[in-house]
DNA sequence: TATAATAACATACGCAGCGTATGTCGATGT
DNA sequence: ACATCGACATACGCTGCGTATGTTATTATA
């Protein structure tokens, strides 16, 4: 029974990370004051220092666990589509659902650059490009797509989803902008396809 | 002889504007002391205060101001072109190039939008997508390119680029990855065209 | 032309927040 | 059992921001 060492270890970093999580998702990265979030879980910064090193630190650890979290739900929802193309698609809607949220926003989409650094520079952010790129890779070889560079093309379409739920988070009415960045969305990959579909309307349809 | 007045504050704030530009670009926001760069050109923090009201609003002059800048140069590319379609192509290309400058990159695509929020939510930033949507209008009403949302299919095309130069400028390689990202908006671009060229890797489809 | 008013700055002060250095206590290994 | 070490807390100094308060020169007014 003498083994909860270990377990209040992992606790105890798990509660500065949910701590911060939340304190970087509301205030931001800048005015989230270290000894507030660190006392609203009963610890203090020596705590935080000694799991983390520095601020920073702790950024890292709460980016890779929403960015684990985001790519569990794409894997998730990629498995559940039947043809490839439809799975691509879904992947991509999902993605641009996923970067709505407020705390992915601020945390992964806004802080996340400017404090670490360029994304592309993480270790992390390469697992939905690497995802993205190993789909149209497949795509590409079996035909359903024109052939091109798969790496580049997920890191342009990866791009637009990004900014398209910029465009939606901030809009006056985002439910709207929604409809028309998904449809602007369809229509760009609906020009990848080798055949492409008559009408927009069902492009994703196939 | 009496009217250095205007003259010396017009001066006054380019100065601290100037020296801002030249730390936010380097250090980065964050990092950047007012006391120092106020200082580098015989200025004090008072200054900056009684001009711009905070650091923030240092840091929205500076953005303005580069962003001008870029809009002129967008604005001096097209006018040089002779098809629109062409024209398109040709700004797209040196948006891409201006966003490859570290300057731009730490400045308006990092430290901006986690200062000062999304940058949809700026009044400038639309300088570059008005623009880009216009174009995509006229090209649409020709039918020189598929029906669809100008606005949209702008905002997700400048989101392809901005990461596409995030991804270059971070690239170990950058000369080979600008050619690979290039040619990817090609054929994105492409695939918008209501009849697509040939091109020497797809010139078996279509 | 003398003086009042105001704009353009500089100076001075207080305070929040980060990082480090140091201390304490309990668990683990032998 | 005792020594060691890891997991935290405490204490300190320093940087840097914002504000409140001068100081000086230009403009307005009489």
Redesign the interface.
């Known amino acids: 029974m003498h083994k909860p060492r270990a377990e209040m270890i992992a606790q105890t970093r798990a509660k500065l990370v949910a701590a911060a999580r939340q304190a970087f998702g509301t205030a ?3 005015d989230a004051s270290m000894d507030d979030f660190t006392s609203a879980v009963g610890l203090t910064r020596g705590a935080l220092y000694h799991h983390f090193g520095d601020k920073k630190g702790l950024l890292e650890a709460v980016i890779a666990e929403i960015d684990a979290e985001m790519d569990a739900r794409l894997l998730a929802v990629s498995s559940r589509s039947q043809s490839q193309w439809q799975g691509f698609v879904d992947e991509c809607t999902a993605y641009l659902e996923m970067a709505l949220e407020p705390e992915i ?1 601020r945390i992964v ?3 996340g ?3 670490l ?5 993480w270790p992390n952010q390469n697992k939905c490009i690497l995802s993205m790129s190993a789909n149209l890779k497949r795509l590409s070889a079996d035909g359903i797509i ?4 798969p ?3 997920a ?10 739920a ?2 939606i ?3 006056p009415e985002p439910e709207a902008t929604s409809r ?2 998904v ?3 369809k ?2 990959l ?3 396809l ?1 055949f ?1 579909v008559a009408t ?1 309307a069902n492009a994703s349809g196939c």
């Not at 650094?117 to 520079?121: H, I, L, Q, R, V």
């Not at 024109?146 to 560079?149: K, Y």
């Not at 890191?155 to 398209?164: D, E, F, I, S, Y």
């Open positions: 931001g990265y800048a926003q989409l806004r802080d650059p400017s404090v650094g360029d994304p592309a520079t024109r052939p091109g560079d790496e580049a093309l890191r342009l379409l990866n791009g637009a989803l990004l900014h398209a910029s465009w988070a901030n809009s028309r960045a449809e602007g969305i229509d760009l609906n020009g990848l080798r492409p927009p």
